[in-house]
Nanobody, 115 residues
Framework: QVQVVESGGGLVQAGGSLRLSCVVS????????LYWYRQAPGKQRALVAG???????NYVDSVKGRFTISRDNAKKTVYLQMNSLKTEDTAVYYC?????????WGQGTQVTVSS
């Protein structure tokens, strides 16, 4: 069994910052790439950022320069540092780790950015 738990969401004013965390636990032999997705009301879930097992990162254009994804392999944790938040960043953020070549999902954490 693999458990994925996100935390760190909340309500913040535009221009503020939040740091999301995602802990992967349970029967994990190999954690590969780690991704953050988000789903805004009425929209499909979309990729925000990813980090490979080697540390290479990629971001959707709308968050480049504002968001930073990082990982701590010893803690089996991935982070998403979000700065200069905008109202359009409001969404439920989901962690998607690839564990033993399978996709897993957390329950999501709500991020609300007020104007």
């Amino acid at each position: 069994q693999v458990q994925v738990v996100e935390s760190g969401g909340g309500l913040v004013q535009a221009g503020g910052s939040l740091r999301l965390s995602c802990v992967v636990s349970g029967s994990t032999f190999s954690i590969g790439a780690l991704y953050w997705y988000r789903q805004a009301p009425g929209k499909q879930r979309a990729l925000v950022a990813g980090i490979s097992s080697g540390g290479s990162t990629n971001y959707v254009d709308s968050v480049k320069g504002r968001f930073t994804i990082s990982r701590d392999n010893a803690k089996k944790t991935v982070y998403l540092q979000m700065n200069s938040l905008k109202t359009e960043d409001t969404a439920v953020y989901y962690c998607n780790p690839v564990v033993d070549f399978r996709d897993y999902w957390g329950q999501g954490t709500q991020v609300t950015v007020s104007s």
